[in-house]
């Protein structure tokens, strides 16, 4: 069973920085897509940014510019870089993973973004 461990998320002024990780069981080089996506409670799970196996990275735009997602090999790790950080970017936070027809998913991690 794949497991996905999060972790970064916490509160957070408006115009600050936070870095999420998210760590997998399995190499990350093993899985198709991984990334990011976010939730509001009573909203759908929205994507925020994905990284191919290849290295090719697609943003949402409400986050382009300020969010930058990397992979760490010696960590095991897809990491999510949060910029200019906005009272909109409020969410939990979740990683994904796609093997085949496989998804996976971490228990996600909250970030709030407030004065």
């Known amino acids: 069973q794949v497991q996905l461990v999060e972790s970064g998320g916490g509160l957070v002024q408006p115009g600050g920085s936070l870095r999420l990780s998210c760590a997998a069981s399995?190499?990350?080089?093993?899985?198709?897509?991984m990334g990011w996506y976010r939730q509001l409670p009573g909203k759908q799970r929205e994507l925020v940014v994905v990284i191919t196996l290849g290295g090719n990275r697609d943003y949402a735009d409400s986050v382009k510019g300020r969010f930058t997602i990397s992979r760490d090999i010696s960590k095991n790790s897809v990491s999510l870089q949060m910029n200019s950080l906005r009272p909109e970017d409020t969410a939990a936070y979740y990683c994904?993973?796609?093997?085949?027809?496989?998804?996976?998913w971490g228990q996600g991690t909250q970030v709030t973004v407030s004065s």
């Open positions: 399995d190499s990350i080089y093993s899985f198709s897509r």
């Open positions: 994904n993973a796609e093997r085949g027809t496989r998804t996976y």
